[in-house]
């Protein structure tokens, strides 16, 4: 059985690669994987996207590499180091499927992309699209050029469970006008895991002259793919998540047609626009992490990019598949599984998001919050404000607009008569004992005291939502129908 401690630098031949014997889908295979990894054993890792902890072959080079240069100091930096990064950067380039002078060795996704979005060349009333899944790095950073520049920005929201590919890139085409320049999409969403069509996006996009950006974080290592085949703008990733390099290291693609427009974060001594290496000066930095990309690279052509994605794909399925028709659970990864790979994201219908990461021993912070519902009305049933202009005057309004009741039917009513709702309605305050309909309506609702706020009805119409306090009813807002 082949093993990647045997394998060196020099594996990354194609010929040298074809020889290699790679193990079968099997226990014993998987097995091996395991052994490479040390873990701790007081908890149980299942997060590997924030980053992924090295196998011990790439860890035990990255050593060497670090002991090299603390040796050989200053000549390595003036005699060897941008000559390896060159030969790093072509293979990495064959190995996502481009050219290398279109790629670039960051360190991490929201370097790569905040260049982009900082150093694009914007005018005042630019366009730009992007998703309120998007990561906060990259949107904080839309929102410092709206700042600077006064560029517009449209956001909308991916669905989890979307019916096609063309749901999903019509999401992206509905807000695309003559002054778009560019959209920011993710090739899998963070969050959810959710794989969108990519390429579907990207083509739409070019027949508006819109360029793509893709935040592909998660990707590069975790699922085969070609950066090319995807026909986008720019691409960043992060090489320390799926593809297991030492921590501070990743990737940026500019399609060659773009280079010379974009302003580099940090000012370079070459002056040839078309070079991407004048995006790319980051000044002095810890180059032992820009070798063991070499070594990562050994690592996963010996396990098989495929052969992972699947593994990957098989483990998430294996618990999500199970739970998605629990009562209690909500699984807010896409169940079509050419739509997401190793990570998921799961709610509970009796517990809170912090309650669950309290119990899974996990810490994060909120990016932000987005109602999905009030009630029993959902999302789904929401009506974007183009769209209801279009309606307003149409019969179709009727098939679109749902009951006010809709949002009331999950707190409790309390049923006034006439004259009690006229009280109401002119502001006035009721003691509840003294309503006609108590002893219906505590029989009904024993714990009504736990909700903020309850809703008034006569003769079946919301008349009002009310607050009942030590005993008095009071009306907090009217409702006039």
């Known amino acids: 059985m082949a093993s990647p401690l045997l394998i060196s630098s020099s594996s990354s031949s194609a010929n040298e690669k074809d020889k290699i014997n790679y193990p079968d889908f099997n226990s014993d295979y998987w097995n091996q994987i395991r052994e490479h990894y040390e873990l701790k054993s007081d908890y149980i890792n299942l997060e590997s996207g924030y980053y992924n902890i090295i196998p011990k072959p790439t860890l035990f080079k990255h050593i060497e590499h670090i002991k090299r240069i603390n040796i050989e100091g200053s000549y390595y930096m003036r005699n060897n180091r941008l000559n390896d990064k060159k030969s790093i950067t072509n293979r990495l380039a064959e190995f996502v499927g481009c050219k290398s002078n279109n790629i670039a060795i960051t360190r991490n996704t929201t370097e790569s992309l905040d260049l982009i979005i900082g150093g694009f060349p914007w005018d005042n009333g630019d366009e730009a699209v992007f998703a309120k899944q998007d990561y906060g790095a990259m949107k904080v950073m839309f929102e410092q050029v709206h700042k600077r520049h006064g560029v517009i920005n449209k956001v909308v929201s991916v669905p989890n469970h ?16 003559s002054k778009t320049r560019l959209i920011m999409v993710c090739h899998m969403i ?19 002259d819109v360029e793509v950006m893709v935040d592909g974080a998660h990707c590069i290592g975790h699922f085969d793919f070609n950066i090319e085949d995807l026909n986008c703008d720019y691409y960043g990733s992060s090489l320390h998540k799926w593809l297991a390099t030492p921590l501070g290291a990743g990737l940026l693609y500019v399609d060659s047609k773009h280079t010379s427009k974009i302003w580099p974060l940090l000012a370079d001594h070459n002056n040839d626009l078309n070079n991407i290496d004048r995006l790319n000066h980051i000044g002095t930095h810890p180059v032992h992490i820009d070798l063991a990309i070499n070594d990562a690279l050994d690592y996963i052509e010996w396990m098989g990019i495929k052969r992972k994605e699947e593994r990957l794909r098989y483990i998430q399925n294996y618990w999500t598949d199970k739970l998605r028709d629990h009562p209690n659970v909500n699984i807010n990864t896409p169940k079509d599984k050419t739509r997401s790979c190793a990570i998921a994201n799961i709610g509970l219908d009796n517990m809170s998001s912090k309650d669950l990461a309290e119990k899974l021993n996990t810490k994060g912070h909120v990016i932000q919050l987005r109602r999905l519902s009030v009630g029993n009305f959902e999302e789904k049933d929401t009506i974007l404000i183009d769209l209801s202009k279009e309606i307003i005057h149409s019969s179709t309004i009727f098939n679109k607009i749902l009951p006010i009741e809709t949002v009331l039917d999950d707190i ?9 709702a006229r009280q109401i309605k002119q502001g006035q305050k009721l003691e509840l004992n003294s309503l006609e309909s108590i002893d219906n309506f505590l029989k009904r609702n024993p714990n009504y005291n736990k909700f903020e706020k309850i809703y008034a009805i006569e003769n079946n119409d919301p008349i009002a939502l009310i607050k009942i306090y030590e005993g008095i009813v009071k009306p907090a807002r009217i409702i006039n129908l």
């Open 190 to 208: 963070n969050i959810t895991g959710q794989i969108l069509p990519i390429k579907k996006i990207c083509d739409m996009a070019h027949k508006y």
């Open 162 to 177: 979307p019916d096609s590919d063309e749901e999903i890139v019509s999401l992206y085409e509905s807000q695309i006008t």
């Open 412 to 420: 409790p009513a309390l049923v006034l008569n006439k004259t009690e």
